[in-house]
């Protein structure tokens, strides 16, 4: 899921930029992806720094698919 997972590296940058998080720039980003039975989270608190390695697939139950 490359696309996704650069829309979230994107918009987390663009939020840790603005200055609207807390000095930890902690926060969540997600997406549900295409197959409608996933989504795409940040697998860390602090949104500084996120790679598509720290990146997390879960099933809309909750279960690790990836990362």
Excluded: K
């Amino acid at each position: 899921y490359p696309e996704q997972r650069q829309a979230i590296l994107s918009a987390a940058e663009l939020l840790v930029r603005s200055g609207v998080l807390s000095h930890s720039n902690h926060g969540n980003s997600s997406a549900r992806l295409p197959d409608g039975q996933s989504m795409l989270i940040t697998g860390v608190s602090s949104l500084l720094n996120q790679s598509p390695e720290t990146l997390v697939v879960l099933d809309l139950d909750g279960n690790v698919l990836e990362g």
